[in-house]
């Protein structure tokens, strides 16, 4: 074979590999079960019930979420008071564990609470709550 083969044969070859790594950092590419942990680590915001809700998850498996209620009156006369709730979280296979440590302006009803993950990207989260309420929550960058 000669050289200029060669090289067509290794860009033909080099061509699909390059782009399926492309898709792979690409922000909707869906995340192995196995690369949850690692990947959840980091700061999430969604809309759960009518509050918005942002969630930190650090590496030493510690979280942070704050609620801020949204409404006319919340979001023009800053009346809404933000919640903070701190724990700890644990991850099975799609099963996130939320431990509650402490609430500051929130009431918690349970100090533990699990969700489903449904769907897992670089950008975005769903997840099914153990009452079966779905939340997307995307990533802060």
Request: charge should be neutral; hydrophobic fraction near 45%.
């Amino acid at each position: 074979m000669t050289a200029k083969a060669l090289d067509v044969l290794r860009l033909g070859l080099l061509g699909p590999l390059f782009a399926l790594g492309l898709m792979s950092c690409a922000p909707d590419a869906k995340i192995a079960v196995a690369d949850y942990p690692a990947t959840l680590v980091g700061e999430w915001q969604g809309t759960v019930g009518g509050t918005i809700e942002t969630i930190k998850f650090f590496a030493d498996r510690t979280f942070v979420a704050q609620m801020r209620p949204t409404g006319f009156i919340s979001n023009t006369l800053g009346q809404g008071v933000t919640g903070n709730i701190r724990g700890t979280w644990t991850i099975d296979a799609k099963v996130v564990t939320l431990k509650v440590d402490s609430a500051e302006h929130e009431r918690v009803i349970n100090s533990t609470t699990t969700s489903t993950i449904e769907s897992f990207t670089q950008g975005e989260l769903v997840v099914k709550s153990d009452t079966g309420t779905v939340t997307t929550f995307a990533r802060v960058f």
